[in-house]
């Protein structure tokens, strides 16, 4: 028989997932009705206003600052930016997340380089991580030139970066 189910567990649940991870509102939502999902599903008794308990500690989240959907886009962007990853594939990790359009486009606006300029930053450092190009061995560079482009458009980089 499943734990019964009150806003002060629910709130509990939620400390415990943001001590581990960063998150936006929606990733903390989706957890904590998974969590109401998994007691419906073996049996445990659901109280009806288990949606506004979620909005309740949701907001008691946001009030305390443990959640912060700004705060995650730019550690969500300064770990993908780093190891590479191209602007387009960044935005589809925010939006995913649960960030707006409009949190993204602002974030997007407020960083210095232009998007040209921050994916060209991000396939170079994709290149020299993964050894491709120029960081090839000059006997290798010209048969797998095909392959290096293919490599880097399925990073999510235009044909135009990639070259």
């Known amino acids: 028989m499943p734990k019964k189910l009150t806003q002060k567990r629910l709130y509990n649940i939620a400390l415990y ?7 936006t509102t929606e990733k903390l939502r989706a957890v ?3 969590r109401i999902y998994k007691v419906e599903r ?15 500690v949701i907001e008691e989240m946001v009030r305390l600052g443990y959640i912060d959907n700004r ?3 730019e550690n969500t962007f300064r770990h993908l930016s780093e190891s590479g990853k191209s ?5 589809n990790k925010l939006k995913t997340a649960g960030l707006t359009d409009e949190l993204i486009e602002d974030f997007f606006e407020a960083q210095d380089l232009s998007t040209g300029e921050m994916d060209l930053e991000a396939a ?11 960081w090839r061995p000059k006997e290798q560079r010209q048969e797998m030139y ?6 880097l458009g399925r990073a999510g980089f235009s044909y135009e ?3």
């Open 146 to 151: 095909q392959k290096d482009l293919a490599v």
């Open 42 to 56: 073996d049996g445990g008794d659901v109280p009806p206003e288990t949606g506004q308990w979620i909005d309740s």
């Open 71 to 73: 705060r995650y886009a």
């Open 87 to 91: 602007v387009r594939t960044i935005t």
């Open 32 to 34: 904590l009705e998974r």
């Open 124 to 134: 170079r450092k994709l290149v020299k991580k993964r050894k491709l190009g120029i």
């Open 17 to 23: 997932y943001l001590s581990r991870y960063e998150s």
């Open 161 to 163: 970066t990639a070259r």
